[in-house]
């Protein structure tokens, strides 16, 4: 997921542009503007955390670009290739380590694990909005 701070910046291109370079492959795009209750669904292993209500505020502060990607090893590549979730952290060439300065305003989200990427898809797809297309590219990446 794109949040806030990438469409408020102009990024959305830039990193989706990223991404598929890389050979990730788009199957599920759209913008959201997320509910409380979405959000709470979403960040629900962070609830009680001293994060989590600036983490709702801020994901609820404007649309959202919810997307699903697939590649060999998806989970993995994609948080790897986001970077740490520390700006601090994340290696310059990562998409947190050339774009965001701020943790709580980290600007893409990628699941952490296949489950919950899966828990994640349900969330914010239903399954008729998820198109698995044959990709002339398999095998070059």
Known sequence: MLKPGVI???LVGEVIERLEKKGFK??????VHVSKELAAAHYAE???KPFYDGLVEYVTSGPVI?????ADDCVSLMRKFCGATKPSEANPG???????IHTERNIIHASDSDESAEREINLW?????????????????
């Open 125 to 141: 797809f239903k399954p008729e909005e998820i198109y698995d297309w044959k990709d002339c590219e398999d095998g070059w990446y």
């Open 46 to 48: 962070h609830n009680g």
């Open 8 to 10: 408020n910046r102009r």
């Open 94 to 100: 990562t998409i947190r380590g050339d774009y965001c």
């Open 66 to 70: 919810a997307m699903v990607w697939q």
């Open 26 to 31: 788009l199957v599920g795009l759209k913008m």
